[in-house]
């Protein structure tokens, strides 16, 4: 059996960005080490390469607590430490200069997530980190003052354990939660999980009609009868349901509420016009054309497919002609303008999930993500109970409590 001084368990991008660092740190205080990583893929970094459709926005500019969700409110401390600048700044130490495009989005330079694994894999070699791919981790013990991890194939023992294994999202890339269990001896607990940046499901009947339409709209979650959240962007309509990165930011709040809330995503489609503009133009339109079939009432400010289901939602008969609509009839039309409901039905599963709501609680690590239940365990990324919007926010986590973990790992030895 294999024994290091540390092991991460996990080669994505926060175990392969704790691995880089911990030899780093182990560099600058003169402490030869040996680290190894322990991935389950026959390849580290499978969904790195997936980040970002292939760019891989790895941080962004404005990142900050409101981005999070989960236990954000233990978060500030390492955010504070992590400004975007400092995870810009470990990449170009590495050889990866980046890019910063609309929103704050950074990517590397070259837009190919396949640098920023290909830096971290090279440094790592230039380390002489240790890659062990196919060790699928199955079981941890405590053994003398440090650690046996079992696999199926075989074990390894190290003195310091980096638990770096992802959440459940995106099992295809590996990360299938399954080493939440390993935790649990060690002292450490897992909230409820459930998918987030995802897209949320509704009834087929009101959205497959609209199947390939984009339109821009402040989408609100509402629950209970109250807006939760609200966000502007552009929503598409799916086989399924809806989608979009406004879309994606409310999804988690789909795993949150559940369906006695009476959960739906009402969408205003004009959020710049009242209720009332839009009930003045649709009169006028009325006067002037009264021979229109009501269904193309909106066809000059909203795409042809959703000005008609806003219609049919408003006053049914989508044939009648403009004319002989009431006014009562036209303020319907206008308030759908302002309201197309959609019920939520859940989200899409965890293969079509970007990102992981719960996780390990916050507080049970301390800032430099050494566990507070067993000593020599550090954890670090989407397995804790942090999850980010849209816009790099998930990955600059990765990257900022990986490189922490890394640094407090190799101090520890
Ligand atoms: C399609 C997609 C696009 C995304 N795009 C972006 C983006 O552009 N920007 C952004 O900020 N975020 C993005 N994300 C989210 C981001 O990729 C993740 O939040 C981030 O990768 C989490 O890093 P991690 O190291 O914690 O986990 P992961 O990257 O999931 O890595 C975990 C690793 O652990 C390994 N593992 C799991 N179990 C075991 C075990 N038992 N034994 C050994 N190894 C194990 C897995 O195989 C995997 O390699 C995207 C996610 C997806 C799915």
């Known amino acids: 059996m294999k024994i290091y001084d540390i092991a991460v368990i996990g080669g994505g991008a926060s175990g392969l960005m704790a691995a880089v660092s911990a030899a780093a740190e182990c560099r600058r205080l003169s402490k030869p080490a040996s680290i190894a990583v322990l991935e389950k893929n026959a390849r580290a970094g499978k969904k790195i390469l997936m980040t970002g459709n292939g760019r891989c926005n790895l941080t962004n500019t404005g990142v900050n607590v409101k981005a999070y969700r989960g236990d954000t409110g233990l978060l500030k401390p390492v955010l504070n430490k992590y400004p975007a600048e400092r995870v810009v700044d470990i990449f170009k130490s590495m050889g990866l200069l980046c890019r910063e495009t609309d929103g704050g989005r950074v990517y590397p330079y070259n837009m190919q997530a396949s640098s920023v694994l290909n830096i971290l894999l090279r440094r790592m070699e230039s380390y002489g980190v240790e890659m062990v791919c196919g060790f699928d981790v199955d079981g941890v013990k405590k053994s003398g003052d440090g650690f046996t991890v079992s696999s199926q194939d075989g074990s390894a023992a190290a003195k310091k354990l980096i638990f770096a294994f992802g959440g459940m999202a995106c099992p295809q890339s590996g990360s299938d939660g399954k080493c939440f269990s390993v935790l649990k001896p060690l002292g450490h607990k897992t909230t409820k999980l459930f998918p987030s940046l995802v897209q949320v499901k509704t009834d087929l009947k009101l959205v497959r009609p609209l199947k390939g339409v984009r ?14 959240k609200s966000e502007k962007g552009e929503v598409q309509f799916t086989e399924s349901g809806l989608s979009g990165i406004c879309v994606f930011d409310l999804a988690r709040l789909a795993g949150e509420y559940g369906n006695e809330t009476k959960p739906y995503i009402s969408l205003d489609l004009m959020p710049e016009y009242t209720r009332d503009d839009i009930a003045a133009f649709l009169q006028k339109e009325c006067y002037e054309m009264p021979e229109l079939p009501a269904g193309r009432l909106a066809d000059g400010f909203l795409n042809k497919a959703l000005g008609t289901e806003v219609i049919k939602r408003a006053i049914s008969d989508v044939s009648a002609p403009a004319g002989k609509l009431t006014a009562d009839g036209i303020r319907r039309a206008a308030g759908t303008v302002k309201g197309l409901d ?46 980010g919007i849209c816009g790099g926010d998930n990955l600059h986590w990765a990257f900022a409590s990986g490189d922490m973990a890394g640094r407090s790992a190799a101090r520890g030895l």
């Open 215 to 228: 339109s821009l709209a402040e989408a609100s979650f509402c629950a209970g009868g109250k807006r939760v």
């Open 342 to 387: 959609f019920p939520v039905d859940g989200t899409l599963s965890w293969d079509k999930a970007q990102v992981t709501a719960g996780g390990v609680p916050l507080r049970e690590v301390n800032t430099d993500m050494s566990s507070k239940a067993c000593g020599g365990v550090y954890l670090c990324g989407e397995l804790l109970n942090v999850d």
